[in-house]
């Protein structure tokens, strides 16, 4: 089934690299129905970054990336950029504990200004490796993080948070520390989430599925806000990971193939939450693609 014409279709977390498919990979979501892109700032380097300067270049890269795509393939790419919480593990063995962490703080800054300026939508990725690190770092781990925070409520903005999967539990400790640092619990995204949990388990944030098969048929029917996300990493040595940037407009359809008539779910993940979250409406594209 064609996607109805006067929807919206947005994957909310995705990368795209000049190295990998980049504007290519935004062709084929367009022709699949794909209208709008959340793209998440990634080092382009082999190693992350070392100073405020390379981390300049970075942001810098994924603005021109979304500008390019924008341009050439006619859908909207919204950018979301901070340092990577991972960063901090190789920065802290090359410069210290102590310069990396204010080098951390620094692109936080950086990316801060840059969504003032409006040239990105939301400070992330933010958060916490998600896989064990070493317990010295833990203070400067929790100090990035709680001034990412502070920063998305100055500058009013949607915070994306990196970090191992959560439970009711760990939304519960995250919505309060979002609270102490008076962020509103909507401006928080949980990325990556692969759960699913009942509304009032997730204390007002928000959470960004990825959208595997199976959480799909899950999470449709939850009420908003919720997103669709796919994690594209656009790394040729492992094509299609997480998910390909085909997938949610795919889904979308799929759901549409067997129930034709409920296509005003959709526009939970593809309009509401995201006017919820970010402010804006998304509005349909004219000519998309989308057809069988």
């Given at each position: 089934?064609?996607?109805?014409?006067?929807?919206?279709?947005?994957?909310?977390?995705?990368?795209?690299?000049?190295?990998?498919?980049?504007?290519?990979?935004?062709?084929?979501?367009?022709?699949?129905?794909?209208?709008?892109?959340?793209?998440?700032?990634?080092?382009?380097?082999?190693l992350?970054?070392?100073?405020?300067?390379?981390?300049?270049?970075?942001?810098?890269?994924?603005?021109?990336?979304?500008?390019?795509?924008?341009?050439?393939?006619?859908?909207?790419?919204?950018?979301?950029?901070?340092?990577?919480?991972?960063?901090?593990?190789?920065?802290?063995?090359?410069?210290?504990?102590?310069?990396?962490?204010?080098?951390?703080?620094?692109?936080?800054?950086?990316?801060?200004?840059?969504i003032?300026?409006?040239?990105?939508?939301?400070?992330?990725?933010?958060?916490?490796?998600?896989?064990?690190y070493?317990?010295?770092?833990?203070?400067a781990?929790?100090a990035?993080?709680?001034?990412?925070?502070?920063?998305?409520?100055e500058?009013?903005?949607?915070?994306?948070?990196?970090?191992e999967?959560f439970?009711?539990?760990?939304?519960?400790?995250?919505?309060?520390?979002?609270?102490?640092?008076a962020?509103?619990?909507?401006?928080?995204?949980?990325?990556?989430?692969?759960?699913?949990?009942?509304?009032e388990?997730?204390?007002?944030?928000?959470?960004?599925y990825?959208?595997?098969?199976?959480?799909?048929?899950?999470?449709?029917?939850s009420?908003?806000?919720?997103?669709?996300?796919?994690?594209?990493?656009?790394?040729?040595?492992?094509?299609?990971?997480?998910?390909?940037?085909?997938?949610?407009?795919?889904?979308?359809?799929?759901?549409?193939?067997?129930?034709?008539?409920?296509?005003?779910?959709?526009?939970?993940?593809?309009?509401?939450s995201?006017?919820?979250?970010?402010?804006?409406?998304p509005e349909?594209?004219?000519?998309?693609?989308?057809?069988?």
């Open positions: 089934m064609a996607l109805p014409s006067d929807l919206p279709v947005v994957d909310h977390h995705c990368h795209l690299a000049p190295s990998g498919e980049g504007v290519g990979a935004a062709r084929r979501f367009r022709a699949a129905g794909g209208t709008d892109l959340f793209l998440a700032t990634q080092s382009y380097t082999a992350p970054p070392r100073s405020l300067e390379e981390y300049r270049v970075q942001f810098e890269t994924t603005e021109a990336m979304a500008r390019r795509i924008a341009t050439e393939v006619g859908i909207r790419v919204h950018p979301v950029l901070a340092p990577y919480p991972v960063d901090l593990l190789h920065q802290a063995e090359v410069l210290g504990a102590a310069p990396a962490t204010a080098l951390q703080e620094a692109a936080l800054d950086l990316a801060g200004t840059r003032a300026e409006r040239a990105a939508v939301a400070l992330g990725e933010v958060g916490w490796p998600h896989f064990p070493p317990e010295p770092l833990r203070p781990v929790e990035i993080f709680d001034r990412a925070l502070r920063i998305g409520r500058r009013e903005c949607p915070v994306v948070v990196h970090a999967e439970d009711a539990e760990a939304f519960r400790r995250l919505a309060a520390r979002a609270s102490r640092c962020l509103p619990a909507h401006r928080v995204v949980k990325h990556y989430q692969r759960t699913r949990l009942r509304p388990e997730f204390g007002g944030l928000v959470p960004s990825l959208a595997r098969r199976d959480l799909v048929r899950e999470v449709v029917r009420p908003g806000p919720w997103f669709w996300e796919t994690d594209f990493l656009d790394d040729p040595a492992r094509p299609g990971a997480v998910l390909d940037l085909e997938t949610v407009p795919r889904r979308a359809r799929s759901f549409l193939d067997r129930f034709p008539d409920e296509a005003e779910l959709l526009r939970v993940p593809f309009q509401d995201v006017e919820r979250v970010y402010g804006f409406r349909p594209l004219a000519g998309r693609g989308g057809t069988p």
